[in-house]
Nanobody, 124 residues
Framework: QVQLVESGGGLVAAGDSLRLSCAAS????????MGWFRQAPGKDREFVAS????????DYTDSVKGRFTIFRDNAKNTVVLQMNSLKPEDTAIYYC?????????????????WGQGTQVTVSS
């Protein structure tokens, strides 16, 4: 059983940066691939970024490439999403998720454990 807790969300202006953290408050995520997703009001939850258990491979949705960076610190049992040059369309609740049994990194239904989410609001 893995319990995830996100932090770092907030209200910022367009062009600002935020760093979201995802920590395992119970269990370990060191051996698992991890992902970040987001959900805007009235929209489906969508893939943002993923990272393999070793940190060797990352992937991003096209709209955040060059602006967001995902990385992990397995010693601290955390995964981080660094978000730069934020845009109003990045406004959403951001969730981290743990992929235990393998599958498509981009598929929300493949993930086994989820955090409670953290709100990111970007004003224009």
């Amino acid at each position: 059983q893995v319990q995830l807790v996100e932090s770092g969300g907030g209200l910022v202006a367009a062009g600002d940066s935020l760093r979201l953290s995802c920590a395992a408050s119970r269990g370990t995520i060191r051996n698992y691939n991890m992902g970040w997703f987001r959900q805007a009001p009235g929209k489906d939850r969508e893939f943002v970024a993923s990272i393999t258990w070793s940190g060797a491979t990352t992937d991003y949705t096209d709209s955040v490439k060059g602006r967001f960076t995902i990385f992990r610190d397995n010693a601290k049992n955390t995964v981080v999403l660094q978000m730069n040059s934020l845009k109003p369309e990045d406004t959403a609740i951001y969730y981290c998720a743990c992929l235990v049994n393998g599958g498509s990194f981009m598929n929300v239904n493949e993930y086994d454990y989820w955090g409670q989410g953290t709100q990111v609001t970007v004003s224009s």
